[in-house]
């Protein structure tokens, strides 16, 4: 059984910064692609960023320049630097991850940006 784990969101003032955690445990032989996707009330859900196992990474458009995608395959675990937010980067934001060649989501941690 493979758990998925996040933390570090929260409430943060415009222009602020968050750094969120997500890690796998449990039977993991591999893991290959791990990122993360939001979701804002009333809308749907978008790919934030993703990053391979060798590094190789894919951020969206809207967070770019602002936020850094990284992993510590050591641990399991990958990080989201958030930087410079808005209060339109409000949203649930979710991990997952490509373990043993299928994909694990975790619960979702909110982030609010808000003065």
């Known amino acids: 059984q493979v758990r998925i784990v996040e933390s570090g969101g929260g409430l943060v003032q415009p222009g602020g910064s968050l750094r969120l955690s997500c890690a796998a445990s449990?039977?993991?032989?591999?893991?290959?692609?791990m990122g993360w996707y939001r979701q804002a009330a009333g809308k749907q859900r978008e790919l934030v960023a993703i990053?391979?196992?060798?590094?190789?990474?894919n951020v969206a458009d809207s967070v770019k320049g602002r936020f850094t995608i990284s992993r510590d395959n050591a641990k399991n675990t990958v990080y989201l630097q958030m930087n410079s937010l808005r209060p339109e980067d409000t949203a649930v934001y979710s991990c997952?991850?490509?373990?043993?060649?299928?994909?694990?989501w975790g619960q979702g941690t909110q982030v609010t940006v808000s003065s």
């Open positions: 990053i391979s196992s060798g590094g190789s990474t």
């Open positions: 449990g039977n993991i032989f591999s893991i290959y692609h």
């Open positions: 997952y991850a490509e373990v043993n060649d299928s994909w694990y």
